[in-house]
């Protein structure tokens, strides 16, 4: 029983981040991390996350497919792909635990705002390449900082009112691109472990669980009950940075 109780957590974990992932389109490492962060050190559970979080987003961009607005999303993609240098060169120089805990803070007040007043008045329609590759670069840029490269893009769909389908087109090719950038940087950088394979190996049953059920929610939700959701992971991801 003890020998299992490794793979019981690894699985717990992947679910919960799956089933997440895949109903809000991101914060699989909030959901994941949660559990992981408690039963591995962050050198293993930071890279396995990212491994399961590419899985889920793959699967849902699959099963999306049909859903996806690939040329704005390339738009956010450029942006982003030029945003994560500058975060990986201030991850390296500086310490950017303040950048974390203050972007925490703004992403977690955002959300309890706008859950708050719920029939505030949207911004108009999305308009500017220059204006969503700005949004994509911050994204990249946050991203390679907190691991929360959807929070920025998600808050900019959220500001205009975009309905689920449409956001989830938006901001879901934008993170797959953002996590496969991040991993093919991590490789380049140091060799996967076979614990890692191991461990990703064991956690696909739960991860295809957590996604299946994940979507079959976000199908079922209407876009009022979806954005509520959406708030309600910023307001989560927002506290983890935090604390």
């Not at 109780?5 to 799956?18: D, E, K, R, T, V």
């Not at 140091?190 to 064991?202: A, E, N």
Request: aromatic share 8%.
């Amino acid at each position: 029983m003890m020998e299992a109780a490794p793979y019981l957590i690894l699985s717990a974990a992947a679910f919960c981040g799956a089933l997440l992932s895949s109903l809000a389109g991101f914060a699989f490492s909030a959901a994941a991390g949660a559990i992981l962060l408690h039963a591995l050190p962050p050198i293993e559970a930071v890279p396995l996350m990212m491994a399961c979080s590419i899985v889920v987003q793959l699967s849902t961009l699959w099963a999306l497919w049909h859903n996806m607005q690939w040329k704005g999303s390339l738009v956010l993609i450029l942006g982003g792909i030029i945003g994560i240098p500058p975060a990986v060169y201030l991850l390296q120089n500086a310490d950017i635990t303040i950048f974390r805990i203050g972007f925490g803070v703004l992403v977690a007040a955002y959300a309890a705002y706008m859950l708050l007043r719920p029939a505030l008045a949207y911004v108009r329609q999305m308009q500017g390449r220059i204006r969503n590759a700005l949004v994509g670069f911050g994204g990249g840029l946050v991203g390679g900082l907190t691991a929360m490269p959807g929070a920025l893009p998600t808050i900019w769909c959220d500001l205009h009112g975009i309905p689920k389908h449409e956001q989830r087109g938006l901001v879901q090719p934008f993170i797959a691109a953002m996590q496969l950038f991040a991993l093919v940087l991590m490789v380049s950088r140091q060799s996967l472990s076979s614990k890692l394979l191991i461990d990703l190996t064991v956690s696909l049953p739960a991860l295809a669980a957590g996604t299946v059920v994940g979507l079959v929610m976000f199908h079922r939700v209407n876009d009022a009950l979806f954005r509520r959701i959406i708030l309600t992971v910023l307001l989560f991801s927002g506290l983890s940075l935090v604390l």
